[in-house]
């Protein structure tokens, strides 16, 4: 998929407002904590964690998403450090952040999503919390977004195992309604996972 084209435009995808998500969960990260957003796309989560008091940096590979998320930022007055990369070519931060966020980022297959997630417990501090929110398995009948290959969807026992040993915070699976832009519209499949890096 060519993200560049997919963000051209005026509109926002997915909103300009954060996922429900991560509205509802970003309490258990304290102000001014330094939290990496990877593939932010827009900026929308990004943007609204930064007016919260939090330090984001946000990776993002498509440079079309990248100038929206700045004028994003700029309508918003809160500043947003910039990564442009390739999650398959990042050099993955030893123990940097205090929180990582995936949000809705099934574009990779079993193996990239694999190596995504080691990235995301190298880049964490001891104590460091996991932040993961996606579409379920079941995703598949709804059409309302997200992959079309099942095996890039989520269960609450993939990303558990993902995690071994990590204390887990919050887990759900269930359905709700997206009104996130033309890119997450309609009834949907939905996974939250929050975990804690141990030590």
Known sequence: MDWNEV????AYR????????????????APGARVLSIAEGEGRNAVWMAGQGLQVTAVEAAATARAKA??????????VEWIAADLRDYTWPEAGFDAVLGCFIQFAPPAFRAAIFAGLARALRLGGLV????????????????????EQLYSL?????????????HQADY??????????SGRAALIDFVARKPG
Not at 15 to 26: I, S
Not at 71 to 79: D, E, K, Y
Not at 175 to 182: F, H, N, Q, R, V
């Open 7 to 10: 963000f051209t435009g005026e």
């Open 14 to 29: 997915y909103g300009t407002e954060p996922a429900a998500f991560v509205a509802r969960q970003m309490w258990r990260v």
């Open 70 to 79: 700045a004028r994003l930022a700029a309508t918003r007055g809160v500043t």
């Open 131 to 150: 932040f993961l929110h996606g579409f379920a398995r079941r995703q598949i009948g709804y059409g309302s977004g997200g992959p079309v290959a099942v």
């Open 157 to 169: 026992d993939l990303l558990r195992g993902a995690f071994p040993g990590w204390p887990v915070l």
């Open 175 to 184: 359905d709700s309604t997206l009104s996130e832009g033309a890119g997450h």
